[in-house]
């Protein structure tokens, strides 16, 4: 009979090693190997075991109607998932500790169970009177929830087996639940991998729609393994400040749905609050009048939003200017700052540069670019932006403002909050149709960044003739 042996496995992305030491070979984590116990197999390989069912093979041809969707009676939850939870399948939903992973899917489940549907909620951090003041602090203690509070993954199969037509679990957190067949502690690799495979087994035969919380590192990435996001049909990740009311709910994966779609919700004392119309709220307190300050037409996923782009200059006191960056990417600052200074003539080598994403959205798109040039050149000449425009674009290397896709849904958007003006890239003559125009907006074209510089550089100059020979006339923003 073939004996268990040990290995040392990464705790961080799952790889297996045969000896312990310091640094993963496969991911480059320090000090993430941990000794588990390898269940011995039996000899053969998989094709000569008996037993197995011949599969039948079809075409491509053919159509199957689409899954019927649970509605979780959360609109901005539902977008995210693309419609609601799909039956049978699994979503992952991480993010960091108190942000609102537990309220928002305990008020899902029981806006499910008030719905006429069988909703249950597994808790395995919490005791179930816990979880009963959380739900009457956010007015859910008459819901029909199924509620259970355990950890062995066992228990929790057979409390799954003997119910019936069961439309959603939720599993807090799966990081809790443990197999005694394992010879390892819960949370590692392989008490995580077995817990959810066996979960993920069950929603698929039994037909119930599964959540999975896990928890993240303080990287922000999912902690253990990071197979589980292979193995589950939907990953779903809370982003936001624990201090800040506004929480950005993103997906990252999913199989029935759009990914990078995006929920807004607010936090409030009767739990996470949907926000309809996200860009208003990310603009209710911008001030048009300071220097430094642009608003971006993003896209986030199919949803247009609006948000503004703060960015603050100031001289460095030592060797190394600094680079301080909340909400986008810090290598694209650093590029679009040796193009504005290598293209442009903007010296802002030796300032310290500090840049915001208002309302702890973040962005990923290349269209910001030109929303942060904006805010950069108005932060180095001390001259706003206009209040009623918006900008977007991508910028290369060598300067030039490319398209962006979706700028109708942008303009129309931003023409919805009142904007009247839009910077935008040049249209090319081989192609991009012109979007659709919006009433009340005026539309500017540039196709270099030098253009958009030459507008603030404009105003300063205008502005050192005034203080000489008097007031000069207002003249329009870009």
């Not at 928002?104 to 069988?118: C, E, M, N, T, Y």
């Not at 290349?366 to 009623?388: C, E, H, K, Q, Y």
């Amino acid at each position: 009979m073939a004996k268990d042996r040990t290995r040392f496995v990464c705790q961080a992305c799952g790889a297996p090693h045969p000896k312990w030491q310091g640094r993963c070979d496969a991911c480059g984590e320090w000090n993430t190997l941990a000794e588990e116990v390898e269940q011995a197999r039996g000899p053969g390989p998989a094709a000569r075991v008996p037993g197995g069912r011949k599969l039948e093979f079809v075409g491509l041809k053919g159509r199957a109607a689409p899954p019927a969707r649970i509605l979780s009676g959360i609109a901005e939850l539902d977008r995210v998932l693309g419609g609601g939870f799909v039956p049978g399948s699994a979503v992952l939903v991480g993010g960091d500790p108190g942000i609102g992973k537990s309220t928002i899917l305990l008020q899902a489940a029981a806006r499910v169970a008030a719905s006429g549907r069988r909703a249950l909620y597994v808790s395995g951090e919490e005791a179930v009177e816990q979880v009963r003041l959380r739900a009457g602090r956010l007015g859910l203690a008459e819901s029909p929830l199924g509620l259970a509070a355990a950890t062995s993954l066992r228990d929790i199969a057979a409390g799954l087996e003997g119910e019936e037509e069961v439309a959603l679990v939720v599993m807090d957190s799966i990081q809790t639940v443990w197999l005694d067949a394992l010879d390892s502690a819960p949370g590692t690799v392989s008490q995580v991998r077995a817990c959810a495979a066996e979960l993920i087994r069950l929603a698929k035969t039994r037909g119930f729609a599964l959540v999975l919380v896990g928890h993240v590192t303080k990287e922000g990435t999912l902690a253990g393994p990071r197979v589980l996001e292979h193995m589950v049909d939907a990953t779903l990740h809370f982003e936001g400040d624990r201090g800040h009311q506004f929480r950005i709910l993103r997906a990252v994966k999913n199989r029935y749905g759009a990914t990078d779609e995006i929920g807004v919700f607010e936090m409030t004392e009767r739990g996470l609050v949907e926000v309809a119309n996200p860009s208003a709220l990310f603009l209710a307190e911008r001030r048009g009048n300071v220097s430094g300050s642009a608003v971006f037409a993003g896209v986030e996923g199919t949803r247009p939003v609006l948000v503004e782009v703060q960015c603050l200059l100031s001289p460095s006191s030592g060797g190394t200017p600094r680079r301080q960056v909340q909400g986008w990417d810090g290598g694209r600052l650093a590029m679009l700052l040796a193009v504005l200074e290598a293209r442009c003539g903007l010296g802002l080598g030796m300032n310290d540069v500090y840049l915001n994403v208002a309302g702890g959205l973040r962005i990923g798109e290349p269209a910001a670019d030109l929303a942060v040039a904006a805010a950069l050149a108005s932060a180095a000449t001390d001259r706003p932006t206009d209040p009623g425009t918006v900008y977007f674009g991508e910028v290369g290397l060598s300067g030039e403002v490319r398209q962006v896709a979706q700028a109708e849904a942008r303009l129309r958007e931003a023409g919805k909050l009142g904007f009247t003006a839009a910077t935008l890239p040049r249209r090319v003559a081989r192609g991009n149709a012109a979007p659709a125009p919006v009433p009340g907006m005026k539309l500017a074209e540039i196709g270099h960044l030098s253009d958009l510089v030459a507008v603030f550089a404009a105003k300063t100059v205008k502005r050192k003739g005034a203080a000489e020979t008097g007031p000069a006339r207002t003249t329009e923003a870009v």
